[in-house]
């Protein structure tokens, strides 16, 4: 999807690598690489390719090959991002270390003097990839990832990344020619990104500054005619819905919405999917429901019997998107797949399921003509999920699904574990089986003694039971021979459990100092306005 934007943009030398996509261009196309693409994280712009076998090799190519008073001064504040794919670099930060002691050093020697390394915010952003021994040096011409689009004001758990939702509303063809409903919102990433395709506004609107702009060579003039530019945006004729069960989650989608300036276009409401109704007119369905990992349900699987038969009575006619992680809450959906796109949600082995809603039987279906769309991406030519689920394991060091415990749903009011590996007791281990194991000489010896001191109720001699009661009876006379009022004194080195002082008032260090009586306690902002 990124190739086919830069292609719109007008891109030349676009090549899909892995993760990634090149391309070439002059400046103008940088800036509106970066103001327009919806399915980048950010725009890098090499200035050194080259090879090398360690990271002290690394420094000197970067000191010496490349002249940083083109791109920075002593007082431009930077910082090094590093990713690795090496079997010679085992340590991403040492690399991004030895690149920044390179340029430090490159200055100290020239000018006695290191520019300053800043994490947050910093004037030049460099960024070093390294694939085995092919190492590239780039500039960072985007600064915060351009996921942030800006309209974000709060969001909810887990929420769906801006720049994934753009790519999703792709591969589906949106371009806002019906209406879009997301039952299952969340924070309205969804139907916000959807109303931006819509009307062909450039997701970088909404950002306060791009890392280009510090440069020393940045274009104010070129860069503002880009951002005012607004003659390819067009009008929406549809209307776009999102729904959620929860509260909070409609409050920050339609505070999203607003944020946005589309509260027009989109209409946020509080709706449970099984109280879900058919749309007026045609509509398309993308929507992220919860798959167990980050965010759950009561029951889970439920949910997904919910989803496909809301599509079946009340989405007719129409085609439906669904995102999810696990074999078993697409089954649940009971529908057969048209389209199953894989894809990753963060770490997690993703598919995007396409389901075509028709009335009738599908034999009916074919019978009038009607194909299901099986172009994008056919059934058969997917990677199966057990198979991505390993190598992302391996991309990402997380353990494979055996490996970790799983997570038990309420499924019918019984609780289950996904598969056919469920808890299963070990009869050779249990004593409530039918049949019990011989007992051990030991567990033989503990019963008799057990059953022995039942049957004797208080003690196994008559001369222990007068010990006891006299032990009984000379407490009791010392007790009554007490003066009336008298306390018993403890003994005065007795010390405060906190502090390690002698205890001599009752109230603790902890209770003195929320009194007020250490000094300078509570002197933070609440402490400032009484003072005021």
Known sequence: MLAKELIELGADDIQIGRRMVSFTGDKRMMYRANFHLRTAIRVLKPILHFNAKDADEIYDIVKKRIQWEDYMTVNTSFAVDSVVYSDEFRHSKFVAYRVKDAIADYFREKEGKRPSVQVTNPDITLHIHIAQERCTLSLDSSGESLHRRGYRQEAVEAPLNEVLAAGMLLQTGWKGETDFVDPMCGSGTLPIEAALIARNIAPGVFRKEFAFEKWADFDQEMFDEIYNDDSAEREFEHHIYGYDIDWKAVNIATNNVRAAGLSKDITIERRDMADFVEM????????????????????????????????????????????????ECFDKIGLKASVIIPLYNGALPCEMRKYEL???????????????????????????????EERAAKAFGMKREEERPRRRFNDDNRGRSFGDDRRKFNDDNRRFNDERRPLSKREMAERNDSERYAEDTNYSSLYERHHEFAKMQAARERTAARPQGEKREFRSEKRDFRGGKPAGDKRSQRAQRFAGSKPGFNKGRAGKKREE
């Not at 029951?299 to 696990?326: C, M, P, Q």
């Not at 009335?359 to 198979?387: C, N, T």
């Open 358 to 388: 028709f009335d009738g039987k599908f034999k009916e279906f074919r019978e009038s003509g009607e194909e299901l769309d099986k172009s994008e991406r056919p059934m058969a030519e997917r990677r199966p999920l057990r198979e991505r």
């Open 280 to 327: 007026e007119g045609p509509a398309l369905m993308v929507t992220n429901p919860p798959y167990g990992e980050r965010i759950t349900t009561d029951d889970l699987l439920g949910l997904y019997r919910t989803i496909g038969e809301r599509l079946k009575h009340a989405f007719k006619g129409n085609d439906a998107w669904v995102l999810s992680y696990r074999k």
